[in-house]
T-cell receptor, first 114, second 113 residues
Framework: DSGVTQTPKHLITATGQRVTLRCSPR?????VYWYQQSLDQGLQFLIQ???????AKGNILERFSAQQFPDLHSELNLSSLELGDSALYFC?????????????FGEGSRLTVL | GESVGLHLPTLSVQEGDNSIINCAYS??????FIWYKQESGKGPQFIID?????DKRQGQRVTVLLNKTVKHLSLQIAATQPGDSAVYFC????????????FGSGTQLTVLP
């Protein structure tokens, strides 16, 4: 158990809809990262937040947005969903000042767009 | 563009044998490399890392080798066990990019009884 909690674990929705994925980082971790894992693209970095502020942006579509709240949990909002958005969405958190690469991943939210 | 890639998508080894998983990278700014293990239905789990000023680093049953000349790294697993069956990803982190990891495509390791 990494200590990172993601909900929901599974989500099935239709094209054009909007969903929100939620992540609670490990206790004490200020940074939260979102990654998308699909069969054809592998693990792709989407966005990072640090203590409520956006820190880095990767291959995140304009239809997607995220935020980190004062209690440090984060939400990833996906709108105008397309079939190609079906994927596993992972949240990860990290220790401030810890190893560069040691991210602690949650178990993911599997999104299926029909 | 820059990319991190894996030589082989699948690898099968006998239980007790050693496993070697390879990874090539092309970003010359990469200065930190990480191996992650992802078991079915779970998120990636950190295994071992290595900085670019090192050639080799050992952990418990795992060793990572880095060859900067040819931009190649490998993960060696000694005495492979059934619990090692998973997808293994290499990832790189370039200096100044926070922890925006770039992941390779993954290698599926299957341990045969």
């Amino acid at each position: 158990d990494s200590g990172v909690t993601q909900t929901p674990k599974h989500l099935i929705t239709a094209t054009g809809q909007r969903v929100t994925l939620r992540c609670s980082p490990r206790s004490g971790d200020l940074s939260v990262y979102w990654y998308q894992q699909s069969l054809d693209q592998g693990l792709q970095f989407l966005i990072q937040y640090y203590n409520g502020e956006e820190r880095a942006k990767g291959n995140i579509l304009e239809r997607f947005s995220a935020q980190q709240f004062p209690d440090l949990h984060s939400e990833l909002n996906l709108s105008s969903l397309e079939l190609g958005d079906s994927a596993l969405y992972f949240c990860a958190s990290s220790v401030v000042g810890g190893n560069n690469g040691e991210l602690f991943f949650g178990e993911g939210s599997r999104l299926t767009v029909l | 563009g820059e990319s991190v890639g894996l030589h082989l998508p699948t690898l099968s080894v006998q239980e007790g044998d050693n496993s070697i998983i390879n990874c090539a990278y092309s970003n010359s700014a990469s200065d930190y490399f990480i191996w992650y293990k992802q078991e079915s239905g779970k998120g990636p789990q950190f295994i071992i890392d290595i900085r670019s000023n090192m050639d080799k680093r050992q952990g418990q049953r795992v060793t990572v080798l880095l060859n900067k000349t040819v931009k190649h790294l490998s993960l060696q697993i000694a005495a492979t066990q059934p619990g090692d069956s998973a997808v293994y990803f290499c990832a790189e982190n370039a200096r100044g990019s926070a922890r925006q990891l770039t992941f390779g495509s993954g290698t599926q390791l299957t341990v045969l009884p």
